[in-house]
């Protein structure tokens, strides 16, 4: 049973940096993983994505801003997010992709997290 737990959500302020990582178990390999975010009432979206190799996709509200990284070795995916701003908060989510469908589509991930908080506020 793949499991993908989520950590190092916070309040933070303007400006700041956060890191979030996931661990995932139950698999032996997993082609992409990604991080989506969710604001109460909006849908979930695209942050980025990464691949086996560490080739990385970024959404929109990523770009320039954040990094994402994996360590195959401790089964570890990274977001590093810096400058953050009010609109960056919301539920970060970790999502594995065991190789098919558009890396930056919700509905082709196979496994999520249950999610950590993050919240940009001064």
């Known amino acids: 049973q793949v499991q993908l737990i989520e950590s190092g959500g916070a309040l933070v302020q303007p400006g700041d940096s956060l890191r979030v990582s996931c661990v995932g178990s139950?698999?032996?390999?997993?082609?992409?993983f990604g991080w989506f975010r969710q604001a109460p009432g909006k849908e979930r979206e695209f942050v980025a994505a990464?691949?086996?190799?560490?080739?990385?996709w970024y959404g929109d509200p990523a770009k320039g801003r954040f990094t994402i990284a994996r360590d195959n070795a401790k089964n570890t995916v990274y977001l590093n997010m810096n400058r953050l701003k009010p609109e960056d908060t919301g539920v970060y989510y970790c999502?594995?992709?065991?190789?098919?469908?558009?890396?930056?589509?919700?509905?082709?991930?196979?496994?999520w997290g249950q999610g950590t908080q993050v919240t940009v506020s001064s």
């Open positions: 990464v691949s086996w190799s560490n080739d990385p």
């Open positions: 139950g698999y032996t390999f997993m082609q992409y």
């Open positions: 999502a594995g992709n065991s190789g098919s469908g558009s890396i930056t589509d919700v509905g082709s991930y196979d496994y």
